[in-house]
């Protein structure tokens, strides 16, 4: 069973998306747009660049992470705000269907 972006978004939290390399980030915009994603500004995904690390949001947007997002990633940090932090690595997440 194929997992999408979209099943991340019903997770209880605030989900934070690994993307190790170029290719999987181009991957994750490509599933990203074809799932209706869009930036917060209605950009497409395909239309920018991708980052090591990207929020899905349950709006069905997506966003970089800033200075504060990418410290509690890798803090080890539980929660964000009043939710919890929910760490996906992309590329394990489609091979194992683990976040």
Not at 66 to 86: C, P, Q, V, Y
Request: glycine residues 12%; charged residues 25%.
């Amino acid at each position: 069973m194929s997992k999408t972006i979209r099943e991340l978004t019903e997770l209880n939290g605030r989900v934070y998306v690994y993307l190790a390399d170029e290719t999987t980030g181009r991957q994750f915009l490509e599933q990203a747009e074809r799932e209706g994603f869009t930036f917060g500004d209605g950009v497409k995904p395909t239309q920018r660049h991708w980052s090591d690390l990207m929020a899905v949001n349950h709006d069905g947007t997506i966003n970089y992470v800033g200075a504060n997002g990418r410290i509690a990633w890798s803090s080890g940090a539980k929660t964000i705000g009043d939710e919890a932090l929910i760490r996906a690595d992309y590329r394990r997440y489609l091979e194992l269907g683990e976040y």
